[in-house]
């Protein structure tokens, strides 16, 4: 069942139950790397509201197979991490201005312009909710 979910200037139809189903599935192909590792056991430290609004829209936050790694900025490690979605977009556009930006944490929505990462057998329509985030190195390997 669809819910609506408003996230700042965004308006989502969301299939919160569905989502939350192919989340809790084996993913296959999830990242191995140092720095994909320590993203997902840093983003279960988002404060609540963050994590909330994740999970909102039946996400696991530390299942995420599309996680780009942009190095260090004021001593923490900046992640731009993809998540997929079931459901459409009712408002909102998607702007990426890097001077408008909170590298922190920002969210916006889009449609997948590639098919490569979505979790095989994800049902449609889809969406893709992208978060911009700042996170601590917090796993035992070194940084490298």
């Not at 979910?5 to 989502?19: F, N, Y």
């Not at 993203?39 to 963050?50: D, G, H, I, M, W």
């Not at 911009?132 to 917090?138: A, D, F, K, N």
Request: glycine fraction near 4%; proline fraction near 6%; charged fraction near 25%.
């Amino acid at each position: 069942m669809y819910e609506t979910i408003r996230v700042g200037d965004w308006l989502i139809k969301a299939d919160v139950e569905e989502t939350r189903k192919q989340y809790e599935k084996d993913i296959e192909d999830m990242c191995v790397c140092g720095n994909c590792l320590n993203y997902y056991e840093a983003v279960n430290e988002l404060p609540v509201q963050k994590a909330q609004v994740l999970e909102s829209f039946g996400l696991i936050p530390s299942k995420c197979t599309d996680i780009n790694y942009h190095g260090v900025k004021d001593h923490l490690h900046f992640y731009i991490a993809s998540y997929f979605i079931v459901g459409r977009i009712v408002e909102g556009k998607q702007e990426w201005n890097p001077k408008k930006i909170d590298f922190s944490w920002h969210i916006s929505f889009s449609v997948p312009q590639h098919q490569i990462y979505i979790p095989k057998g994800f049902p449609k329509p889809i969406i893709q909710l992208d978060c911009v985030t700042l996170l601590p190195w917090v796993i035992d390997q070194p940084y490298e």
